[in-house]
C-alpha cells in the first residue's frame, strides 16, 4: 500500500526568513494514487498582519484570521496525519521553507525534502517550455478549475491530487495495477456520485399512456417492442 499526502500551504509573503508565516495549511491523502477522503485543513493565526498583495491572492485577511489557532496548537493534529507518508506538493521548496520554519519555532524536527515529490520539476520535463503552474496545468489535462477564483490550500491539494496522477500516467497508470485497484476506483468513482433510486411505478398505465405509446409505435419502422409482444402492424 502506497500512502502519499498531497500538501498545499498559502502564506503571508515570499520567505519565513523576512518574517512571513503560514496562514493556511491543507492536506489530501492518498493510497495507491486514489484520495480517500481523509483530509486536514486549518487556517492559522500568523500573529501578524497580512500584507494587501498576499490578501489579494489567497482572500485571508488579518482579521479573518486572528480568531484561528497558532501553528503551534496544530502542529500536532499535522504532523500525525502526515505520518511517515510522503509529501506530494508543487514548488516543494517554496512550502517546505514555511513548514520546516514553523516546525523549528514549534521545537519539531524539520521534514527533509528526501521525503518530497515535487510535481512542478515532473511538470517542466515533461512539457518543456511550457507555462507548469497549476492553472496551466488544469487546463492542459481538462481539469476543473473553475472554483479557483483565489488560491486556497485545500482546493488547490484536491486539483494537485488530479494533476499528479495526469503526471504519473493519468487514467492509464492504474490499468496494470489488478483487480483490487480496479475495484477500489470503482468505489472512489461512485462515492463522487450522489445516485437517486427511482421508486418502482406502483400504478397501471392510463388509456391515454397507451394510445401515446401506440402512436409512437405507428412511426417506428420494425419496433422491437412490437416483435416481442406480437402486435406489429
Known amino acids: 500500500m502506497t500512502r502519499e499526502i498531497i500538501l498545499d500551504t498559502e502564506t503571508t509573503g515570499l520567505d519565513p526568513d523576512d518574517g512571513h508565516r503560514l496562514v493556511?495549511?491543507?492536506?489530501?491523502?492518498?493510497?495507491?494514487?486514489?484520495?480517500?477522503?481523509?483530509?486536514?485543513?486549518?487556517?492559522l493565526?500568523?500573529?501578524?498582519?497580512?500584507?494587501?498583495?498576499?490578501?489579494r491572492i489567497h482572500g485571508l485577511t488579518t482579521e479573518f484570521l486572528k480568531n484561528h489557532p497558532l501553528f503551534a496548537e496544530k502542529v500536532g493534529e499535522f504532523i500525525d496525519f502526515i505520518g511517515d507518508?510522503?509529501?506530494v506538493i508543487h514548488n516543494a521548496e517554496f512550502d517546505m521553507k514555511f513548514l520546516n520554519a514553523?516546525?523549528?519555532?514549534?521545537?519539531?524536527?524539520?521534514?527533509p525534502m528526501?521525503?518530497?515529490i515535487d510535481t512542478l520539476p515532473m511538470a517542466r520535463q515533461k512539457f518543456p517550455g511550457q507555462p507548469a503552474n497549476l492553472d496551466a496545468l488544469c487546463r492542459r489535462f481538462k481539469i476543473d478549475n473553475s472554483e479557483r477564483k483565489l488560491h486556497g490550500a485545500l482546493?488547490?491539494?484536491?486539483?494537485?491530487?488530479?494533476?499528479?496522477l495526469e503526471l504519473i500516467g493519468g487514467r492509464q497508470h492504474g490499468l496494470g495495477l489488478g483487480k483490487e485497484l480496479a475495484a477500489q476506483q470503482s468505489q472512489?468513482?461512485?462515492?463522487?456520485?450522489k445516485r437517486q433510486k427511482r421508486t418502482d411505478r406502483s400504478f397501471p398505465p392510463t388509456e391515454k399512456e397507451l394510445k401515446a405509446h401506440d402512436a409512437l409505435l405507428d412511426k417506428i419502422k420494425g419496433a422491437l417492442w412490437?416483435?416481442?409482444?406480437?402486435t406489429e402492424n
Open 114 to 116: 528526501s521525503r518530497v
Open 24 to 43: 493556511e495549511i491543507g492536506c489530501l491523502e492518498l493510497i495507491n494514487h486514489l484520495p480517500t477522503g481523509n483530509t486536514f485543513h486549518t487556517y
Open 188 to 193: 472512489a468513482l461512485n462515492a463522487k456520485i
Open 226 to 230: 412490437r416483435e416481442k409482444t406480437g
Open 102 to 111: 514553523e516546525l523549528k519555532a514549534s521545537g519539531f524536527k524539520p521534514l
Open 155 to 164: 482546493l488547490d491539494s484536491e486539483l494537485l491530487s488530479e494533476v499528479y
Open 85 to 87: 507518508a510522503v509529501l
Open 45 to 55: 493565526n500568523p500573529l501578524r498582519d497580512v500584507p494587501p498583495d498576499a490578501a
